[in-house]
C-alpha cells in the first residue's frame, strides 16, 4: 500500500526526513501530496522506491539519487536528475534547465518540453548509460560536453510550435554519447565538431527499445513516433583537446 | 592552358620538406657526464622517461639528447658512481631583459605547433611574495616566551561555523551548554592537504597523503578524480572534493568523508576547467572516474549548475540534503579582484568552508599564461577577505582555509595571523617524496613515481615511504609552529589567529600596508 506525505506547508528538510524515515521503515510506495517548491526531494537517496509527486517539485529533484523512481504528475523545476547515478524520473509535464546534469546512470523521461543545458556532461561507464528522453522540445545547449549516455529529443508534444525542435549550441564540445533526434535538427542549431549521421540497426534497435518504454510509462503512440525519420548527432573526436596544446 | 601548371605536373615531385622544429635547437639543461666516473651501467637509460640518456651501439657508448632533458635529476640521483651533473646549459642568448630565453623559446614551442602553452607547478613570475617582506613578533624581557617542550601549546583547530553567540545554564553547579554546535571537523595541526586527483598524481602517493593525514590528525583531500577503493577507510581523515566534471560522483563517495569540497576554481588556472587527457586515463583511473579508459577527462570551466551565488547555494544545500546534514561543505576559489566580495556571498550561501587559492597555487598541468598570470597573491586576497567578512560581522559564520605558495611553517603562522584557520598545503607534500619541480607532470612521465600512473613508474615509490615523508615533513612543521608561538609569548593558535599585531612588514609600501592591515617594522 501507497504511503502517503500531505507535503503541505513543509519545509524541503522535513519533508526529506520524512521520506528517508518512510523508506527506512519498509515502504515501497510513497505519495507526496501538495507539493509546492519543495527543493532536493529523494536527493541523495540509495533505495528502489517508487515515489509518486502531485505538485511541482522545486530544485534538483532527485539528485545525486540511486535507485527510486519518480513520477511527477506535473511540471518539475530546474535542476531533476541533477548527478543522478541509477533509477528514473518521469515528468508528465515540461521540466526546467539542468536536466540531468552530469547524470551517469539511470533514465529521465519528460513528456513535453525542457529547458537550457539539458544533459550537460552525461558521462557512461560499463553497463551503465544515462538515457534522456524529451518528448518536447529543448532550450540551447542541449547535451553539451556530453561524454556518454542517449539524449532522444522527439520535438512532438511541445507547448512551442513556432520554436525549433532545439536552441542553439546543441552538443557544443560533445565528446562521447549520442544523440537521437527525430525528423533533424538545423545546421544553425548546432555546436561545432559534430556528425550527423542516419541511423544504422543498432541504432534503431537502441532508439526502439528507450522509446517503447517511455511510451509506456507515458501513454504516448510508438509506432506514431517512429513513423518519422531520426538523425543521430555525435561528436567527431572523443579528444577534442588532443592536439591542443604546445610543450 | 597554362604552360607553367602543365609543365609542373610532368615534373617529378619535389622531396618533402623537412620541418625545422626551433624549440628543439636551444636545450635548457646540460647532461654533464664524467668519463672518468662513468661504468657503462646504463641506469641513466633505464631511469629516464623522457629518453635523454641513449646507447650508441657501433661506439658503444652513452649519448645524451640533451633537449630532451626536463631537468629532474632522476639520472643523477640514481647514477651509482656520481658520473652525472645536470646543469643549466651553458648556451646564451644575447643578454636582453625584454627579450629573456624564456620567452623566445616559447615563441618557438608555439611556432612549432600552433597550440597552447602548457605548464605545470605554480606561477613563476617573480611578483612580490608577501610571506618574504613580512616578519613574526618574539617575547623580550617584559613578557617570557613559552617552551612548548616544558609547557603545554595549543595548535588543534576546529573548522565549521562558530555561533554567534554561547548559552549557558547552571544546573546543579555544573555549568551546561545549551548552543548546539557543530559539526565540527577537528584538526591537530592547522595544515592539510591540497587537493590533488588520483590520475594527476600515483595512487601510492594518494595512500601516503591518506595514511599521513591519519597519523597527524589531519584531513587531505581526493581532489576530484574520484576516490580510489582502497582508500575509503580513511574516510574520517578525507575531503571528497565535487567539481564541474562530477567524476566518480556519488553517494557512496559523498558520504566517504567527513567534507565535500565543492571547487569553483583553482588558482593555478582561475577561470577555466581542466582535462586529464586520455593517455593518462588508465584502467585503474578509469574504475575511480567512472568513464572509459582513454577518453578525455573535462572538466568544464563553470559547474553549469552554477551561475550566481543563488545557484551556488542551490548545490551546497543539495550536498547537505544528500548527506543529510553531517557533511561540512566546503566552496574553494580561485583568489580573483573581487575575492571578498565573492567570499561573503559564499558565506552567505552557506558554506561552512570557504578556501582561497591564490594566484601561486600548483597544478599538474595549466595553461601557462593562466598559471603565470591570472589571479592574485593569496597574502593580499586573505587579507582582504578576513578583513571583509569581519566587517559584515560574519567571520564566525564560516572558516577560512587559504592555500597557493605556502612554502615553509612561517608561512603558516604569517597567514594565520593574516586571518586564515588553517591551510592547504600541496606542493610541499610532493616535493616531500622526491619532486624536483622540473614542471612537467602533465607528460605523465614522472621519473620519480609522483605525478604518473605508469604502472612501472610508480612502483618508483612505495606508499610506505610516502608516508613517512610526508608525515616528517607536518611533523617539523607543527614543532616548528609551537616554537613560534611560545616565542611570540602564545599558548595556543587561537590567540594567534587574525591577530595582525604580531606582523610586521619590511619594505612594503603605504597600499600594501593598508590591504594587509599590518604596521611597517619600526612602528
Known amino acids: 500500500m501507497a504511503f502517503e506525505i500531505d507535503a503541505k506547508d513543509l519545509h524541503y528538510r522535513e519533508l526529506n526526513k520524512l521520506i528517508r524515515k518512510a523508506i527506512a521503515e519498509g515502504h515501497k510506495h510513497l505519495v507526496l501530496k501538495n507539493i509546492n517548491g519543495q527543493r532536493y526531494i529523494a536527493a541523495g537517496v540509495s533505495a528502489e522506491v517508487d515515489i509518486d509527486i502531485y505538485g511541482v517539485p522545486g530544485l534538483d529533484l532527485g539528485a545525486f539519487m540511486r535507485g527510486p523512481r519518480i513520477r511527477v504528475h506535473g511540471n518539475t523545476q530546474d535542476g531533476a536528475g541533477n548527478t543522478m547515478d541509477d533509477g528514473k524520473i518521469i515528468v508528465e509535464g515540461m521540466a526546467g534547465d539542468v536536466v540531468g546534469y552530469a ?105 526502439r527499445k528507450h522509446l517503447e518504454e517511455y511510451c509506456q510509462d507515458l501513454g504516448y503512440n510508438l509506432e506514431e513516433i517512429l513513423a518519422t525519420k531520426f538523425v543521430k548527432i555525435r561528436p567527431q573526436t572523443h579528444r577534442p583537446y588532443g592536439k591542443l596544446y604546445a610543450y | 592552358m597554362n604552360p607553367q601548371k602543365e609543365n609542373t605536373k610532368t615534373s617529378t615531385p ?41 646507447w650508441d651501439k657501433k661506439r658503444e657508448t652513452l649519448t645524451e639528447d640533451h633537449v630532451k632533458c626536463v631537468g629532474c635529476h632522476r639520472c643523477e640521483a640514481m647514477c651509482p658512481t656520481g658520473a652525472i651533473t645536470i646543469k643549466k646549459h651553458p648556451s646564451a642568448f644575447r643578454e636582453h631583459d625584454t627579450w629573456k630565453p624564456w620567452f623566445i623559446k616559447n615563441v618557438y614551442k608555439q611556432a612549432d605547433t600552433g597550440g597552447v602553452l602548457l605548464a605545470a607547478t605554480g606561477c613563476a613570475i617573480p611578483f612580490r611574495n608577501y610571506w618574504d617582506h613580512l616578519v613574526l613578533d618574539a617575547c623580550q624581557v617584559t613578557n617570557p616566551p613559552i617552551d612548548p617542550l616544558r609547557e603545554p601549546m595549543e595548535l588543534r583547530t576546529y573548522l565549521g561555523p562558530k555561533p554567534d553567540k554561547l548559552e549557558v545554564t547552571l544546573e546543579d553547579d555544573k555549568f551546561q551548554l545549551q548552543t548546539k554546535v557543530g559539526p565540527w571537523i577537528k584538526l591537530e595541526v592547522p595544515i592539510m592537504f591540497a587537493a590533488m586527483s588520483y590520475g594527476a598524481i600515483s595512487l601510492h602517493v594518494h595512500q601516503g597523503l591518506a595514511r599521513a593525514a591519519k597519523e597527524l590528525g589531519i584531513l587531505y583531500n581526493t581532489g576530484e578524480g574520484g576516490l580510489h577503493a582502497s582508500l575509503y577507510k580513511y574516510g574520517s581523515n578525507t575531503i571528497v572534493q565535487c567539481a564541474s566534471g562530477r567524476f566518480g560522483l556519488h553517494v557512496d563517495y559523498l558520504n566517504a568523508g567527513v567534507a565535500i569540497e565543492i571547487k569553483i576554481g583553482q588558482g593555478a588556472k582561475p577561470g577555466i576547467g581542466g582535462h586529464l587527457p586520455g593517455e593518462k586515463v588508465t584502467e585503474e583511473i578509469s574504475k575511480t572516474r567512472m568513464i572509459p579508459v582513454g577518453s578525455d577527462a573535462i572538466s568544464p570551466a563553470p559547474h553549469h549548475d552554477i551561475y550566481s551565488i543563488e545557484d551556488l547555494r542551490g548545490l551546497i544545500y543539495a550536498l547537505k540534503e544528500a548527506t543529510e546534514y553531517k557533511k561540512l561543505v566546503f566552496v574553494k576559489i580561485a583568489a580573483v579582484h573581487n575575492a571578498p566580495a565573492i567570499a561573503s556571498g559564499i558565506v552567505r550561501a552557506g558554506a561552512d568552508v570557504v578556501v582561497l587559492d591564490g594566484l601561486r597555487g600548483g597544478t599538474g598541468a595549466a595553461p601557462t599564461m593562466f598559471r603565470d598570470y591570472v589571479g592574485i597573491p593569496i597574502e593580499l586576497a586573505l587579507a582582504a577577505v578576513d578583513e571583509r567578512l569581519r566587517q559584515e560581522g560574519i567571520r564566525n559564520q564560516a572558516s577560512l582555509v587559504v592555500s597557493g605558495g605556502i612554502r615553509c611553517s612561517a608561512d603558516v603562522v604569517k597567514a594565520i595571523a593574516l586571518g586564515a584557520d588553517a591551510v592547504y598545503i600541496g606542493t610541499p607534500a610532493l616535493i616531500a617524496v622526491g619532486c624536483t619541480m622540473c614542471g612537467h607532470c602533465f607528460t605523465g612521465k614522472c621519473p620519480w613515481g609522483i605525478a604518473t600512473n605508469n604502472p612501472e613508474l610508480i612502483k618508483r615509490l612505495d606508499p610506505e615511504t610516502a608516508f613517512e615523508k610526508i608525515y616528517n615533513l607536518v611533523h617539523g612543521w607543527a614543532h616548528e609552529i609551537q616554537e613560534l608561538l611560545g616565542a611570540m609569548g602564545l599558548n595556543s593558535i587561537e590567540s594567534l589567529r587574525g591577530n595582525r599585531d604580531k606582523l610586521r612588514a619590511v619594505g612594503l609600501n603605504e597600499v600594501e600596508l593598508k590591504i594587509l592591515g599590518v604596521k611597517h617594522a619600526g612602528e
Open chain 1, 103 to 207: 547524470m551517469r546512470g539511470g533514465k529521465i523521461f519528460v513528456a513535453s518540453d525542457v529547458g537550457y543545458r539539458v544533459g550537460i556532461h552525461m558521462k557512461a561507464y560499463m553497463d551503465k548509460v544515462p538515457v534522456i528522453v524529451i518528448g518536447g522540445k529543448a532550450g540551447d545547449f542541449l547535451g553539451e560536453y556530453m561524454a556518454g549516455g542517449v539524449i532522444i529529443l522527439l520535438g512532438m508534444y511541445s507547448r512551442y510550435p513556432e520554436r525549433p525542435i532545439a536552441g542553439i549550441f546543441l552538443g557544443t564540445g560533445m565528446h562521447g554519447g549520442v544523440i537521437y533526434v527525430r525528423e533533424g535538427v538545423p545546421e544553425t542549431q548546432l555546436g561545432a565538431a559534430l556528425q550527423i549521421e542516419d541511423l544504422d540497426e543498432e541504432d534503431e534497435k537502441v532508439l
Open chain 2, 14 to 54: 619535389k622531396p618533402k620538406r623537412k620541418k625545422i622544429q626551433f624549440s628543439k635547437l636551444y636545450p635548457d639543461f646540460l647532461i654533464d657526464r664524467d668519463w672518468d666516473k662513468c661504468i657503462k651501467c646504463k641506469i641513466c637509460i633505464r631511469e629516464c622517461t623522457y629518453e635523454a640518456h641513449g
